[in-house]
């Protein structure tokens, strides 16, 4: 491969948030309407079909992160690109990957990264104020990272008693990280820590439960790959409005300073 010094084309690595269009920033969709090649997953692009009508549109699929990286890079040299992720780029998306192999390249090209509203924060911002301090995001996918050390690392997580939010929570492969996630949570919180499971969380057919960690498993089967899951901290309490079960509300602490 050539290495390009001068390049008229840019990179764009832009975060597309949770999935319905007016969840996407302005200046995502600018860089996506801006584009003249349009990278990502099928999944991300289907909202975006109206504005990516008439563009080089490359779909691609989960396992071919690497080759599309490399794609998006030799693209552009000579062409505006946009390489799309759901959520953050820059959240088990596509930005380390695409960074990583332009680092190796040692190419010289215009890169601007583009940040999304993350699954988490969309998944909070449904049931409550979930997350209303520190809070630890772990998934549990361990196609790029060993099963023990995501292990170690809701142990950890779980011993401070800080909200744990769970991508990846469970799918075909692995069915059975989630059940492991939650016996660790088991380790060191109450059964009456809140939990909350948000599905398709500002998308079509979203769905929310809470419940709490002594009962999750009567709705462990709402739990799929399109679900993040949060496990409530020590100082999280289910919130109510009259009777009704709204959320989860983790005190941010103002309680100690003043009375309201
Ligand atoms: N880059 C993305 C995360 C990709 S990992 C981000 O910043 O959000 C894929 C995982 O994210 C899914 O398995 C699921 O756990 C979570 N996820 C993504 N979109 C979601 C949504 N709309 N609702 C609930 N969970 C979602």
Redesign the pocket.
């Known amino acids: 491969m050539p290495s390009h010094t001068e390049s008229r084309g840019s990179l764009a690595i832009v975060?597309l948030g949770?999935?319905r269009t007016e969840y996407i920033t302005p200046r995502a969709l600018k860089a996506v309407a801006g584009a003249d090649y349009v990278i990502g997953n099928a999944l991300y692009l289907e909202p975006l079909e109206q504005i990516i009508k008439g563009k080089q549109v490359i779909r691609s699929s989960m396992g071919k992160e690497v080759e599309r990286a490399q794609q998006a890079i030799d693209l552009a040299h000579e062409h505006r690109v946009a390489i799309v992720?759901?959520?953050?780029?820059g959240?088990?998306?596509m930005a380390s990957i695409v960074l990583e192999v332009l680092e190796h390249s040692g190419d010289e090209i215009e890169v601007e990264i583009i940040p999304?509203v993350?699954?988490?924060n969309?998944?909070a911002s449904r049931v409550g104020s979930p997350l209303s301090g520190d809070f630890a995001v772990i998934?549990l996918s361990d196609l790029l990272t060993p099963l023990d050390v995501i292990e170690a690392r809701l142990d950890a997580v779980f011993s401070v008693g800080i909200p744990v939010v769970?991508?990846?929570?469970k799918s075909r492969g692995r069915p059975h990280n989630f059940a492991l996630a939650i016996e660790h949570a088991r380790k060191h919180l109450e059964p009456t820590t809140p939990v909350a499971i948000?599905?398709?969380?500002?998308?079509d057919e979203e769905e929310q439960i809470i419940t709490t960690l002594g009962e999750i498993e009567k709705s462990e089967q709402a739990v799929d790959?399109?679900?993040?899951v949060i496990i409530g901290g020590r100082e999280s309490r289910i919130w109510r409005m009259k009777d009704n079960v709204k959320g989860i509300i983790t005190p941010r602490g103002y309680h100690h300073k003043y009375v309201y």
Do not use: E, I, Q
């Not at 790959?225 to 993040?228: D, E, G, I, L, V």
């Open positions: 975060g949770p999935g992720s759901g959520g953050d780029a959240v088990y998306g999304g993350t699954a988490a969309a998944a998934s769970l991508y990846n929570p948000v599905k398709n969380a500002l998308r790959m399109h679900t993040t």
